[in-house]
């Protein structure tokens, strides 16, 4: 799993409340990356990062922030959930002279 | 539009019997394609890969070939074994530690 953890693993929130999703790493890797899975539509990317303070925005972007104080914590910030974004999250980190992507095991994210 | 696409939503082959799952991209500058694999509430784990400058990579049972020509690609399954059964998810990304852009997913059923 390359180290990477998320937190929470699952979480249940109401419209209109601010909710961050944390991605951890323990391998010091560079690049690392939000997506949200979703039926039919596949893995979607969110935002990126290639380094600290350095992030890049992705497809879906519209409604997230994300922040990188640290290498080994990238954060994903839902400033005011909507339904729409109900779905599962994934952080997925990059390893330098690799072209694959190791994927963490998700959240689970439901907006009522 | 959608730049990795993967047509068939689902695919059901016998225990034993080769499984072949399509995927077609439409981005002439990705240079390097990927298979992942996901079961029900785990992260993507990464299968196979292979660089646009060959046509074929091969890992156990698992061979992915490439025909750039027609901008498309297939995953070999032989023989298939339920544990197989899963959402394959074709991607491919440009040179350097670019995002993956992701298909929509096949999954696929081994029946004993």
């Known amino acids: 799993d390359a180290g990477i953890t998320q937190s929470p693993r699952h979480k249940v929130t109401e419209t209109g409340t601010p909710v961050t999703l944390r991605c951890h790493q323990t391998?010091?890797?560079?690049?690392m990356y939000w997506y949200r899975q979703d039926p039919g539509h596949g893995l979607r990317l969110i935002h990126y990062?290639?380094?600290?303070?350095?992030?890049d925005k992705g497809e879906v972007s519209d409604g997230y922030s994300v922040s990188r104080s640290k290498t080994e914590d990238f954060l994903l910030t839902l400033e005011s959930a909507t339904s729409s974004q109900t779905s599962v999250y994934f952080c997925a980190i990059s390893v330098h002279g690799q072209e694959t992507q190791y994927f963490g095991p998700g959240t689970r994210l439901l907006v009522l | 539009d959608q730049q990795v696409k993967q047509n068939s939503p689902s695919l059901s082959v016998q225990e034993g019997r080769i499984s072949i799952l399509n995927c077609d991209y439409t981005n002439s500058m990705f240079d390097y394609f990927l298979w992942y694999k996901k079961y029900p509430a785990e992260g993507p784990t990464f299968l196979i890969s292979i660089s646009s400058i060959k046509d074929k990579n091969e890992d156990g049972r698992f061979t992915v070939f490439l025909n750039k020509s027609a901008k498309h690609l297939s995953l070999h399954i032989v023989p298939s074994q339920p544990g197989d059964s899963a959402v394959y998810f074709c991607a491919a990304r440009k040179s350097g530690n670019t995002p993956l852009v992701f298909g929509k997913g096949t999954r696929l059923s081994v029946i004993a």
């Open positions: 391998e010091n890797h560079r690049y």
């Open positions: 990062s290639y380094g600290v303070k350095d992030t």
